[in-house]
């Protein structure tokens, strides 16, 4: 399943690409661009633009009733069963680019060293050159993640 948010749901966007889905967002792009795109790279458009839909009838759409970020993923998430497809730290958060491990060999000039020396699990995004790594008791990412994840598959198994 692969999407593409419009231009006012940037924040979902990054929320996707942080559990591994595959979406698109461009800040600046017009709505028949993005209905375009849907089309030829069958992906889902994610909009709460009614009047847009009203007005391009897309075939592959779907419009968000959630209002803040988390809740967005978690709609998303659920709408379209996305937990067995997430794969959290496998996509750049930036360009939407699959990551790549790398040996720390490979990062040692491109972070700190405290990054460094802190951490041994490493991603590069060969696209946009963006460094990515992992802890997972810190991370912050991590607590949303698990935040998006469990909660929904908890009420399902009641
Ligand atoms: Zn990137």
């Known amino acids: ?38 089309e030829e790279e069958d992906r ?35 709408r379209f069963d996305l937990r067995s497809q997430v794969n959290p730290l496998s996509r750049c958060l930036i360009c939407n680019s699959v990551l790549r491990e790398v040996t720390k060999d490979e990062v040692k000039e491109l972070v700190d060293d ?9 991603y590069v995004c060969d696209n946009c050159k963006k460094v990515y790594w992992h802890s997972t008791h810190t991370d912050r990412m991590q607590i949303i993640i698990e935040k998006i994840i469990n909660q929904g598959s908890q009420w399902g198994s009641k």
Do not use: C, W
């Open 44 to 78: 889902v458009i994610l909009t709460k633009d009614k009047k847009m839909v009203k007005e391009l009838n897309p075939k592959n759409v779907y419009i968000v009733e959630a209002n803040h970020t988390i809740d967005q993923t978690k709609e998303v998430v659920d």
């Open 114 to 122: 405290i990054t460094f020396n802190s951490f041994d699990e490493f």
């Open 1 to 38: 399943m692969k999407f593409i948010a419009d231009v006012m749901l940037g924040g979902l966007a990054k929320y996707l690409r942080m559990l591994g889905i595959d979406t698109k967002y461009y800040k600046n792009i017009d709505d028949k661009s993005i209905v375009k795109i849907s």
